[in-house]
């Protein structure tokens, strides 16, 4: 018995991943264009992934450079800048499962763990109004599997009573290293490369409950 749902943000309750993809590429927007793509893929495929190790896997693994701590922030901050106030358009949320929220909120105890920062995941549910649907909201520096590792903890959740929804290996991985069931959505690559539960439609989804 489902009593617990804990959501990844981005590609799940809000069709961000354009703008956020966009983003990069007008960051570094002053780099080798093809060098710019290779991070584009590995943004594309580590969808739950935060930006901070995007940034330092751009500097380390593609460009074979080194970048301080301060210098990834500084990357993070100017990130911020652009996609934060664009994010916070209604017109992002993904109405079938703003519907799902919306009608279970009070039935299901609902958290949102996310790669996203959590100073603009928290700005983005407040102007979307809609951080009043989760007991928390919780996002990056913290990495996925510990946050969802303390929020079982904190709130003496049973596993099996315990999902996590999600659109990417990534959130796969943090379910699974917690000893969760993991739901997949809004991406197909996700059920062809993992033997997980895939959600077609939250309408479906609410019915089988």
């Not at 693994?61 to 990834?72: A, G, T």
């Not at 916070?88 to 920062?117: P, T, W």
């Not at 959130?171 to 069931?181: L, S, T």
């Amino acid at each position: 018995m489902i009593k617990n749902i804990i959501f990844d943000f981005d590609g799940v309750i809000l069709d961000s991943v354009p703008v956020k993809t966009e983003a990069f590429r007008r960051l570094f927007d002053a780099f080798d264009n093809k060098l710019v793509e290779q991070l584009i893929e590995y943004h594309l495929e580590n969808g739950g992934k935060s930006r901070y190790l995007k940034i330092e896997y751009f500097f380390v693994e593609i460009l074979n450079k080194s970048i301080s701590q301060e210098e990834i922030l500084k990357y993070a901050n100017k990130y911020s800048e652009i996609t934060k106030e664009e994010l916070s358009n209604s017109k992002y949320l993904i109405q079938e499962v703003l519907n799902f929220i919306k009608n279970n909120h009070k039935k299901y105890n609902m958290h949102v763990a996310s790669g996203a920062d959590e100073e603009d995941l928290l700005y983005i549910c407040e102007q979307l109004n809609i951080n009043q649907y989760f007991l928390s909201i919780y996002g990056s520096p913290a990495v996925k599997n510990q946050i969802v590792s303390n929020l079982l903890l904190e709130n003496q959740y049973d596993t099996n009573e315990t999902i996590l929804i999600g659109d990417s290996k990534n959130d796969y991985d943090a379910a699974y290293e917690n000893g969760i069931n993991f739901y997949g959505y809004n991406n197909k690559n996700i059920s062809n490369i993992i033997n997980t539960n895939y959600i077609e439609s939250f309408t479906a989804f609410e019915k089988s409950l």
